[in-house]
């Protein structure tokens, strides 16, 4: 903001330090003409020199002419005083504006930091179930693996028992028809030996 014209940079402080200091002034020069009055109302009472009368009457003109000169200028610095005072209420103003504004910005930041936390808090509070219940699961999943590997171990072992059964049955599959193989030779010459006694009996008769 620009220094008014005749203003210092004091700002409204210095304004009032002026004012009073003028005021002060004043005050001083009323007294010593109100002095000089009285000086003069004795001299009047009492027979004075030309000269003295003189020198009194020219004080007084003079202290009438300063005391004029300080008066305008005190009307200056009133005038500065009101314009001043009129700033300072309209930054007053202004700041009670931004005040309000700035406590209201300040609530809703409060309110949405208040929504935020709660809103953590909840998804805390659901990831330490859902990890609860990742831990429960995995806890499943590995009593799971356990009996698969239990399972495994069952199979492979009646795998095994299967496949000497298997083996067992070849061997005996083999043997039986060994067996049979034998037993059809034996069937076989036995039935040459009964056919040739036949025949050599029909060609004895």
Known sequence: MATPLGW?????????LAFDQLRDVI???EELIHQLRNVMVLQDE??????EFQAVEKKLVEEKAAHAKTKVLLAKEEEKLQFALGEVEVLSKQLEKEKVAFEKALSSVKNRVLQESSRKDQLITKCNEIESHII??????????NEIKELQQVISQQKQIFRNHISDFRIQKQQENYMAQVLDQK???AAGVRQARSHQRLREK
Not at 46 to 51: A, D, M, P, Q, R
Not at 136 to 145: R, T
Request: net charge neutral; hydrophobic share 15%; with cysteine.
């Open 46 to 51: 009492n027979f004075v020199s030309k000269e």
């Open 136 to 145: 429960k699961q995995e806890d499943i999943l590995n009593g799971k693996e």
């Open 187 to 189: 069937h076989k010459r």
């Open 27 to 29: 005050e001083s020069q």
């Open 8 to 16: 210092s940079q004091g700002g409204s402080g210095s304004v009032c």
